[in-house]
């Protein structure tokens, strides 16, 4: 049982993370028109630095602990990178809130994902929690060929699927020992290599305030992942990761006021869908559930 103490600054921790992740929504937007590539590199070229100091400061190698991890890192840095360049594409091209409460369907599919490639158990309330979130996803997609950000947020929507996918082989690289600085560094490396040919052929040059705006989404992205590491230090994920759908409040009003951003009443029904299911998920894992396994 986690400590009253504890379980508070888990919750703080969660929370600053989410209010950092939104800021860095806001700075890839503001940055203006720029190739998603683009932004993507140089957001993952400051969370490389970042991790790069981290492994260095608590000696760790830069090397992978087991061989047989390696089909499983590249797919998280291949995963994550799809992820974050859908993210991103979605975030310059929709209601903010949208963008970020599509990118929220990646703990949904991280249940499925684990049930698909970890064989972990998948009860009937988790699915129709499941089903549930995706069918308040398309609340926010809109599915018709009239609404000019179907598009955009069918790839929001994969951009959580994508992380998702990504989420799944971190929690199966941390169970056979790899570490997480080592997780975030490959990833961040491989993303800025993978996007640096294509950076290339298609730079476009970048004024102060742009440059700015995407090193303040590399520091913003940083902040975030530091932020919710110590908040799962402090606290376990099943206790605390239904507060870091705060992160929404903070894009809707942060859109609102810089971007002039209002979702309408079919995405704020789709919003109230996916946090419901969240919720319920979250009384599952700490209510319902372990209420079961003390009868059992």
């Not at 087991?66 to 992820?83: C, E």
């Amino acid at each position: 049982m986690t400590k009253p103490k504890n379980k508070y600054m888990g919750i703080i921790c969660i929370i600053l993370s989410a209010f950092c992740f939104a800021l860095m929504s806001v700075f890839v937007r503001l940055s203006g028109k720029l190739p998603t590539i683009q932004k993507t590199f140089f957001r993952n070229l400051i969370a490389l630095f970042f991790a790069l100091f981290i492994l260095k400061k608590d000696h760790i190698p830069f090397r992978i602990t087991h061989k047989s991890n390696r089909p499983i890192l590249f797919v998280r840095a291949l995963a994550g990178t799809a992820g974050m360049l859908f993210n991103f594409y979605a975030i310059d091209r929709m209601v903010l809130s949208d963008a970020s409460m599509l990118n929220k369907m990646s703990p949904f599919f991280v249940i499925l994902f684990s049930f698909l490639f970890l064989k972990e158990r998948l009860t009937a309330f988790q699915a129709i929690t499941v089903i549930c979130a995706f069918i308040g996803s398309l609340f926010i997609i809109k599915p018709s060929f009239s609404n000019v950000e179907f598009f955009p947020a069918l790839i929001g929507f994969l951009g959580g699927m994508g992380a998702g996918l990504a989420y799944t082989c971190v929690r199966y690289l941390g169970s056979r020992g790899e570490k997480g600085a080592y997780i975030v560094a490959y990833f961040s490396a491989f993303s800025c290599l993978f996007c640096l040919p294509f950076m290339i052929a298609d730079f476009q040059p970048m004024s102060a305030s742009q440059l700015l705006c995407l090193l303040g989404a590399g520091a913003a992205a940083a902040g975030g992942q530091f932020a919710i590491t110590a908040a799962y230090t402090y606290a376990p994920a099943r206790e605390i990761s239904v507060y870091d759908y705060s992160q929404l409040i903070f894009t809707t009003i942060l859109g609102y006021i810089l971007f002039g951003d209002v979702p309408d009443r079919w995405s704020f029904f789709g919003y109230a869908v996916i946090i419901l299911m969240a919720v319920l998920v979250f009384f599952y894992n700490n209510v319902w559930h372990n209420t079961d396994a003390k009868k059992s």
